[in-house]
């Protein structure tokens, strides 16, 4: 409920404010003097209220314990989150982005189930974490641009910075001996430089609304790591003054990883099983020129 009326005030203030601009405000703020209206540089700041789904699954004696980071443990699976985007075009048909978001989450929560591959009895605290940073950065041409669309394929990385840990002590079993135990920790982390493949599309609907577009994926299955990431977004942006604009969207993200614990340069060492999902509506702003 909470989630809903959040998306509808967000909505509200993005299409009032759209409204509320003068006719001729893109006229007197025309981005970098050109006939196109096509930002040369931009910066956005927003926020993102997201859902989340995590199983994940950590280390060789846990290969076969699945764990859903929310249901069994605790995570939030809906929260707020902060993202900043800036893009940058050097050329008509050449630019440059860069992201950042931080999808990092913390949980305490008695178990009430065993893990029997590491010998826990239902009973132990429980404390959780879970950090997914992610850094995006690429280049992208675009193959048709004129004054109303502009379509684009590009390269890129997205970095993954990858912490999971589980840390459970207090009354439960250990080593089949019943009462208090020493804390065990599972746990893995890793930063894996995925290289993606984009594709964008820029809508002009007006001189100042725009449909906004992207979608990037990567999949690879080699020397024992195989990774997956699929990343969409769509946004409807408006300019609200000579350099500043809003923008409502969406954006979804799925992240597969299994490695063996290699050492490789996409392995990373990471060794064990994540499936990720994330979906959310975002509510930023944008200044540009």
Known sequence: MKRTVGICIMALFFFLACRAVPADAYERGRPWLSDQPWEKCSLTLGFF??????????????????????????????????????????????????????????????????????????????????????????????????????????????????TAKLRVSGEGSAGGEEGSFDEQILAESTTLPLPVLGLRGNIAITKRVFLKQSFDVFYIDLSGFEGLLMDANIALEGHVCRFFGLGMGFNFLHIQIDGDGGDDFLGGGWNGKLDFDYSGVALYGKFFF
């Open 49 to 162: 209220l997201t859902n989340f789904t995590s199983d994940v699954s950590l280390g060789a004696a846990g290969g076969g314990l699945v764990l859903n980071l929310e249901d069994a443990l605790g995570l939030d699976s809906t929260t707020a989150q902060f993202r900043l985007d800036a893009e940058y075009r050097a050329w008509r048909r050449h630019h440059f982005y860069f992201s950042y978001y931080d999808l990092s989450r913390n949980a305490d929560k008695t178990l009430d189930f065993d893990i029997p591959e590491e010998d826990i009895k239902a009973g132990g605290l429980a404390e959780t974490k879970f950090d997914l940073k992610i850094y995006k950065a690429g280049y992208f041409f675009s193959f048709w641009n004129d004054d109303r669309v502009d379509l684009g394929v590009g390269l890129g990385f997205h970095i993954l910075d990858v």
